[in-house]
């Protein structure tokens, strides 16, 4: 048994030692000269704010429930076609049927209990407005605008939030449902993109030259260079920015990438990149020096 005991850890000592010697060897070989991050990060104003509505009809029948969604985004198109706003649009994305009852079906149903409630046929569909602009505008003027808009929707019959069929898959899942309504959005980001690039590129090559003159050796050519985070760069998913949880992520619908924000505030935009400089040689130093 003691023997037994001895061989099992000099098979672990072995084993610890082989994986210590091999991620060694490992990160030595990827890192000949020296390897720094780079880190650039600009801010800007949103300039678009978005509004996410919910239109929806339902009844028994699915032809009433049809004429009674198609009634609905009638009211809401003729509503917001009234406020005269040449920078605001209306986009249409996706087109549900779900089961529907009511708020009081729906509760009774994710408590467990029996309805005898007849399960209606509801249609709807999400409508996003969006409102360019706002960038030049004061905080308070943005949310009156907003304000208004909010107003309007409710007035004209859509809903806001999640729909019922929403809340009831997140609570199936165990998640809590998003109740944002209202997002500002960050669509012009080729120019601080580019500055936020070279932000990130000079920081790296400060970070390796402070490496170098400490250790006595003098900088050569970048030998190669990796994207590590680049903001918004998924074109099918917001970056949503939030000051008090970091980033979330949601579906833009965008055929570019943007930056979101819960509130009307600056949002960051962020460049990382791992830069490997050589390391000159030693008579390209002496000639330099």
Not at 15 to 22: K, L, M
Not at 91 to 119: F, I, R
Not at 183 to 196: H, K, N, S, Y
Request: glycine share 8%; aromatic share 6%; net charge negative.
């Amino acid at each position: 048994m003691v023997t037994r005991r001895i061989l099992f850890a000099l098979g672990l000592l072995l084993g610890t030692s082989s994986a210590a010697s091999a991620q060694y060897q490992t990160t030595a070989g990827d890192s000949n000269g020296i390897t720094v991050f780079g880190t650039g990060e600009l801010q800007t104003l949103p300039n678009i704010v978005e509004i996410d509505l919910r239109a929806g009809g339902s009844a028994e029948l699915t032809a009433d429930s049809i004429v009674k969604y198609q009634d609905t985004k009638r009211r809401v198109l003729e509503a917001f076609e009234e406020l005269k706003l040449p920078d605001l649009s209306i986009e249409e994305h996706g087109l549900s049927l779900s089961a529907g009852g009511g708020d009081a079906a729906m509760q009774m149903m994710m408590n467990g209990m029996v309805t005898d409630t007849k399960t209606q046929v509801e249609i709807s569909s999400m409508l996003r407005l969006r409102l360019n602009g706002i960038r030049e505008k004061k905080a308070e003027e943005v949310l009156e605008i907003v304000g208004k808009l909010l107003d309007v929707a409710q007035d004209s019959g859509t809903s806001l939030g999640p729909s019922s069929a929403e809340i009831q898959m997140a609570y199936r899942y165990g998640r809590m449902s998003s109740s944002q309504m209202v997002r500002f959005i960050v669509t012009d980001l080729e120019e601080i993109r580019e500055q936020a690039y070279e932000s990130a590129v000079a920081d790296a090559r400060r970070r390796a030259e402070r490496l170098a003159r400490l250790n006595g050796v003098s900088l050569g050519t970048v030998l190669g260079v990796q994207e590590i985070l680049v903001s918004g760069d998924d074109s099918s998913t917001y970056n949503v920015y939030q000051p008090w949880s970091g980033v979330a992520t949601q579906p833009s619908y965008a055929d570019e990438p943007q930056l979101a924000s819960d509130t009307f505030s600056e949002v960051p935009f962020r460049v990382r990149l791992m830069v490997r400089f050589a390391i000159a040689a030693e008579e390209t130093r002496t000639a330099q020096e």
